[in-house]
Structure formats: structure tokens, C-alpha cells
């Protein structure tokens, strides 16, 4: 199904199903432990043995010799892999470093080796006693010190690094009100809940790998490129996953070295990275200088707009695109964006949950509020002035497909009680609280990419949906049985969904706020077929025919869907296939973000009261799963404010602060209370369910909401992230009288 014209009525819009809050139909395995995860599939991969990586010790150099004799004599140790024994490899597109290192050496913590036994304890201890000596070599550790040698990057996802419409200096300069400030964010981990992990095996040339992984179908590619062998051959199995944030969109050492071990040795292999070796090891959310410049009148309507943002990366890697929301997102006749990436020999920076606009929008909307407190303006009237219904850059012969920006600061406005803040910083004290409130609007770019399905139906009615989507933990089996269930006219305990195997047809895969729009789209495509061939199978004219209570229906005529499908059932395969609606509207999600905090007068601890906020991301596919997405999304927000770092030892290259002990992320009680409101839309020009992405939308500005809180509770403007005790402690807590 090609979709290259706007949406008009179809089956989605009864929201009979579609749009109503549902339990997730996986809820129930995942809460009583039969949810099979990559770890743990004894079930398929008996008298697995166990891996155990070696990492790099250094942060670059070359390795000069390995000694094995221990480690390999050590008990119950089966095997050891390393560079000298894995055969010729080769290197995925999306990796930046080699996912098995050696004799050279990319980054700390690079896998070196791999020691298999026949149990966890025996290959950890093993591994232990491997021993490398190490030729190091002088790295570059520090952005700050490597942003001047910066350089231009290519294009991202066909986003070009540059872009520079109108006069901007001649703009800036003339600005009767200007901001010229620079912020900073550290990098980040992922921090997901299950580690990366897979077990392998071989049936001869076969290899099968059951792994924590988001895209299925680019993982297998990239496999097959890395082991140099036909995708054929390949086969990915990921039917849960506890949680991704970007950190398994690719391929990892996990699971290089887990088939290398089990060709090694004959029979299948397990391999989780540790825990304080994934910071190191993965991938990570890189760090950001960024630059923002605003002139505009004193009526605080924007003319002149620049966003400057340096970042780093190891050589072939790429930039983190933060000044992209900063092209769509407020008017300004003249206007520059750039991007420089610095040569950074840190482990690999890659994509975090929302890349580029989660850390763009922490610097882009505390800038906003500057300009607000500049102008006497109200921060939420500040940003309805500079709304622009089209894209600033192209011009309004590329509108907006839906924007819905303004509704959502109205309304989130009012639902949080914003009309109760004090402007004047630090005027708000209960006991030992300095009290703020603060917002910042939400922005996320709207992608679309093809993705395909197949739908069965057998005698008895039931619906089987199968496709190599992922669920990562977001809903994605309940949005896919309400899909097909809406549009073939049943119940949603009357479809099975098969997730995450790549025997299944390709689909969008999760990441970048794509998957549920683009994957349920897909299904709705295969549906749709489905629903033609049973037309044609009950001899109904399609357009005359009606999909209800499991039955197809014409005038008083009906027949069973499981009558229709037979003894040997109906099986249909389809895909959604985007145009270039996208090029021709410019397609986002909106939101605002509310944030109230106290501050402690004599420790500088921050702690948030509540949040809340409006968004506006097409039709909500079900309520119950995206409230639980952005609800997660705008604690990571308020984790980057606060908390999150990882504390770079600019001597020799790692991230000191690798474990969930000293790599601080947000908890329950950090967050006592949270409101998530959607405003109704439905954008017909981005896909038939006129859906967009929400699960990336929550955690863009939530961050800048909590710093313009603290600002407010405290009249201290802090532009380094994380917002800790001791950098307001140092720019000097405010003199309150008891």
C-alpha cells in the first residue's frame, strides 16, 4: 500500500478500538516471568555455555601480546576468542569502532576477548586471568579542549549540518533585545533495564541469535556484513526486550562474540555485558556545547535566530544534531544553525532516546526564558508570539501537516495552574523550601518509514499479526492487536501478535518515535489486503462491505470470518510505502512542559513537587501506554536536569562513573507527582492512522522546564548540566530570613 496522498475516512476512524485505553496484552507474561528474554532461552538453546568479555584497559593504543595459558587452563573453561583466532571480520555501517578489538585499540573497554565456560562464575573468573600488554597511545578526551579543531559533519538521517536562511548578523546586531548565552550537557548512558544480551547457535552455516535488539532487519544485515556471510544464514529472534533508548539499535559485541563463541566451540553461547562495562563498551548519548543567540523586538517576537552546537565522537562517527528542533520550532527571519563534530577517542557516541532534541531543547528553551525575563513577558505568551503555522526555513510553501503548539501551552498552562507562579525569582518560600515554576515547550521531529506485516486468519476466526517489530517495553503488541482488530472487525483478545523475528516481514523497528505509527500503519496495510481477499472469498463488493462482531457484512447478509478462511485459514502480506508527503509538509509532535520545584535554603537540594503537560502527536493509538511513555520520558528529562553524567577522566579516557551505583538516574519518589494531557489531533498527511510518535516527544524540554523552575525558586540561571547542589552552591544560594 503506497500512502502519497492524505488520509481520508477508513476503518481507524470508528474508534471502536483504536484510541481507547487497553491493559497491554503482554502484561500478564512479563509480570509472572514467562516473557522470554535474550538471556534466557534455555528453552531453544540448551547446555548453553557462557561468555564472559575482556575489555580493554586502555583507551587507545595497540595491544603487543595476549597470554591465554591461565585463563585456558582455568576450570571449566571451553574456549576464548579474540582477534587472532575470529577470522576476518568486517565492520557494520552503524558501527563506528570494530565490536571486537585488536592488535588495535579504538576506545576503553573495547572487547578484546572473549572467555567461555560452562558456567557464568567459572568464565568470570577466568577472564580475570587473561593477560594483555598494552603499547598506549596519546588520545583526546575533552570537547572542551578539542571543539576548535571541530569539524563540519555530514548530513544526518538527510538533515544537512548547516543551514543559514536571511541576514542573521545584520538581524542580531539591529535586535532591540538580545541573548547571547552558551550551555553545556554531559554525556549520557542509556541505562535501560536489561543489558545487552543474546545467545547463539549454529545449525551448521546457520546461525540463529535470540537478542536484545530493537531493529531486527538492520541487525541482520549488519551481522551478516561483520561475519561475511549471507543474510540467509541469519536469523534474529527478539520478541521482548527490556528496554533499548537507542543503546540496541544496532549490532553489539554481545552479539558478535556471542556466535563467535558458539562456532568456536561447537555448541550454542550466552553473553550479557556486564553492567559497569556497558557505558564503556555501547554506545552513549554524547556531550554538547552549545551556543544560542536570539534578537528580537521588545514585544519579544523573535527576528534573528542561531544555534551553534559542538559535539565529539570517534573518528567516522557522528555529531549529536541538537540545533535541529531549533529549524522548525519558532519563527525568525534570519536564521543559522550549525552542528561541529571534534575527533574523540571515547567509547562510541550514538543515538539516545530522542538524539538531538533531548539535550537541543535543555539549552534552546532555557534561552527562551532569558528571552521572556529580557522582554517582561510571561515565558508561556512569549512562545505563542513566536509560533509559525509552516516551516521557518522553507517558507510558507511547506506548512505544517498539524501544529498544534499553541493549544498545547494553552491548555497545559491552565491545567497546571500556571497562573499562580510569581515571575520574580526566589519570592516563594514554604518552610525550608524556595519554591519555582517553570516550562519549556516539547518538540519531536515526525519520521515515517516503510514497514510491512502479515495477517492470518484461521477457521475459528482467530487473527494472527506477524512482523519483525520490536516491543521494547512501549505497548507495541496491544497498538498492533487494536490495529487489526479495528480494522477487520473483532475483539482485541481475538488477535495474536508475533513480534521480533526476522522470518517475519520487515517493519519499521523501534527507535526515533517511528515504530508505532509506521509499524501499525504497516499492519493496517496488510489488514486492508486481508479485508479485500475475505470480500472477494464472501463475494461482497469491497466497498459495499462491512467488518463486524468477527463477521463480513452486507445489507442483512453475513459470514463468519473463520467460515471464510476455511480449514487451511487465509494468510495476506503487505506494507506501508511512504511518499513524499514529508517533503512537502513539514510533520512534528508538540507539547509544553510544567515543572514546579523546591529548593532547600541551606543544602541546595532540588526536589520536584510535580510535573505536567499538554501534547499533541496525531491520534493516540492508546491512551493507557502512551500516558506510560511520556510519564517515563519526562523523568528522563528531569534525570538529565538534575542528575544524570557520566564523569569523563580526561587522563586516559573512560567514563569514571560506569554502574548503576554512581551513574544516578531517577526514582519513584524523585517525582511524586505527574500529569499528562493529550490534546486531540489527528494528522492526515502522516500516515492512515493518522498518528505520529509520542514516545520521545515527552522527554523534549522537560529538562529545560525543571532548570527554568529551579531559576525561579532560586533567581540562580545555571546553563552546565546537570543542575547539582554544588554548582548552587558555588553560584551562592540566595539570603533568606527566617
Not at 551513574?663 to 502522516?686: C, G, M, T
Request: proline share 5%.
Amino acid at each position: 500500500m503506497k500512502f502519497d496522498t492524505p488520509a481520508g475516512p477508513n476503518p481507524i476512524d470508528r474508534g471502536r478500538v483504536v484510541g481507547i485505553p487497553h491493559d497491554r496484552i503482554d502484561g500478564a507474561a512479563k509480570v509472572t516471568g514467562t516473557a522470554p528474554y535474550a538471556y534466557e532461552r534455555h528453552d531453544v538453546a540448551p547446555n548453553a555455555a557462557y561468555g564472559w568479555i575482556v575489555g580493554s584497559a586502555i583507551a587507545k593504543g595497540q595491544i603487543r601480546s595476549m597470554d591465554l595459558r591461565t585463563a585456558e587452563a582455568a576450570p571449566g573453561v571451553l574456549g576464548i576468542v579474540t582477534h587472532a583466532n575470529a577470522g576476518a571480520l568486517g565492520k557494520g555501517q552503524f558501527n563506528t569502532a570494530h565490536l571486537l578489538g585488536g592488535p588495535a585499540i579504538q576506545h576503553y573497554e573495547q572487547a578484546l576477548a572473549l572467555v567461555i565456560a560452562d558456567t557464568l562464575e567459572n568464565a568470570r573468573d577466568a577472564a580475570k586471568l587473561v593477560r594483555i600488554d598494552y603499547a598506549p597511545e596519546q588520545g583526546r578526551f575533552d570537547l572542551k579542549a578539542e571543539r576548535l579543531h571541530g569539524t563540519m559533519p555530514p548530513a544526518s538521517f538527510g538533515s544537512p549540518a548547516d543551514t543559514r536562511v536571511g541576514d542573521f548578523d545584520g538581524a542580531f546586531a539591529r535586535a532591540a533585545v538580545k541573548i547571547d548565552q552558551s550551555y553545556s550537557t554531559p554525556d549520557h548512558s542509556h541505562a535501560m533495564m536489561e543489558p545487552h544480551a543474546t545467545t547463539a547457535a549454529w545449525n551448521g552455516d546457520k546461525l540463529t541469535l535470540w537478542t536484545a535488539n530493537q531493529m531486527i532487519a538492520w541487525s541482520v544485515g549488519e551481522m551478516a556484513k561483520t561475519l561475511g556471510i549471507p543474510k540467509e544464514n541469519i536469523r534474529l529472534v527478539a520478541p521482548y526486550i527490556g528496554g533499548g533508548f537507542g543503546a540496541k539499535l544496532f549490532l553489539r559485541a554481545d552479539a558478535l562474540l556471542a556466535a563467535l563463541g558458539a562456532k568456536q566451540i561447537g555448541r550454542p553461547v550466552k553473553v550479557a555485558i556486564a553492567r559497569p562495562q556497558i557505558p564503556n563498551n555501547t554506545t552513549h548519548r554524547p556531550a554538547t556545547i552549545q551556543r544560542i543567540r536570539l534578537g528580537a523586538g521588545k514585544d519579544g517576537v523573535i527576528d534573528a535566530i542561531a544555534h551553534e552546537v559542538w559535539s565529539g565522537d570517534l573518528p567516522g562517527g557522528g555529531p549529536e544534531t541538537a540545533a535541529q528542533q531549533t529549524r522548525l520550532l519558532y519563527r525568525g527571519a534570519n536564521r543559522i544553525t550549525a552542528h561541529r563534530l571534534a575527533v574523540l577517542d571515547l567509547p562510541e557516541g550514538n543515538a539516545m532516546r530522542a538524539p538531538g532534541e533531548a539535550v537541543g531543547m535543555l539549552a534552546l528553551e532555557v534561552a527562551m526564558d532569558e528571552l521572556a525575563e529580557a522582554c517582561g513577558l510571561d515565558p508561556v505568551e512569549l512562545r505563542i508570539r513566536n509560533d509559525v503555522q509552516f516551516d521557518p526555513e522553507a517558507g510558507p510553501q511547506r506548512p505544517f501537516s498539524s501544529r498544534k503548539l499553541v493549544e498545547c501551552l494553552r491548555a497545559g498552562a491552565q491545567q497546571f495552574g500556571w497562573t499562580k507562579r510569581n515571575p520574580k525569582p526566589g519570592q516563594v518560600r514554604d518552610g525550608r523550601w524556595l519554591v519555582g515554576m517553570g516550562m519549556a515547550a516539547a518538540f519531536r521531529n515526525n519520521i515515517t518509514t516503510d514497514s510491512g506485516a502479515r495477517i492470518g486468519i484461521d477457521g475459528q476466526g482467530r487473527v494472527t499479526v506477524e512482523t519483525d517489530m520490536t516491543d521494547i517495553g512501549t505497548g507495541t503488541y496491544t497498538i498492533m492487536a487494536q490495529t487489526a482488530a479495528e480494522v477487520l472487525g473483532v475483539e482485541v483478545d481475538a488477535v495474536t501478535v508475533r513480534l521480533g523475528d526476522s522470518r517475519f516481514p520487515a517493519s519499521a523497528g523501534s527507535g526515533g518515535q517511528w515504530g508505532a505509527n509506521s509499524s501499525t500503519a504497516g499492519v493496517y496495510a496488510a489488514a486492508m489486503a486481508m479485508r479485500a481477499k475475505l470480500a472477494d472469498k464472501a463475494g461482497y463488493p469491497i466497498d459495499d462491505a462491512r467488518f463486524e462482531d468477527g463477521l463480513v457484512k452486507m445489507g442483512n447478509q453475513s459470514q463468519p470470518l473463520g467460515a471464510l478462511a476455511g480449514r487451511d485459514g487465509l494468510w495476506v502480506e503487505d506494507r506501508i510505502e511512504f511518499g513524499d508527503l514529508a517533503k512537502r509538509y513539514a510533520q512534528a509532535t508538540f507539547g509544553a512542559h510544567f515543572c514546579e520545584v523546591g529548593v532547600d535554603i541551606d543544602t541546595a537540594e532540588v526536589r520536584i513537587r510535580r510535573m505536567g503537560g499538554a501534547f499533541a502527536a496525531g491520534r493516540i493509538l492508546n491512551p493507557k501506554s502512551a500516558r506510560n511513555q511520556v510519564i517515563g520520558a519526562m523523568t528522563m528529562g528531569a534525570g538529565a536536569a538534575l542528575m544524570e553524567a557520566l564523569d569523563v577522566d580526561t587522563r586516559f579516557g573512560f567514563f569514571v562513573n560506569h554502574d548503576m551505583a554512581e551513574y544516578l538516574v531517577p526514582v519513584h519518589a524523585d517525582i511524586p507527582e505527574q500529569d499528562v494531557l493529550f490534546i486531540e489531533e489527528l494528522d492526515d498527511k502522516s500516515s492512515p492512522m493518522k498518528a505520529k510518535g509520542v514516545g520521545e516527544l515527552g522527554i523534549c524540554g522537560a529538562g529545560a522546564a525543571v532548570a527554568n523552575a529551579v531559576y525561579n525558586a532560586t533567581g540562580i540561571r545555571l546553563r552546565d548540566y546537570p543542575l547539582t547542589i554544588d554548582k548552587l552552591l558555588h553560584a551562592g544560594m540566595p539570603v533568606v530570613a527566617a
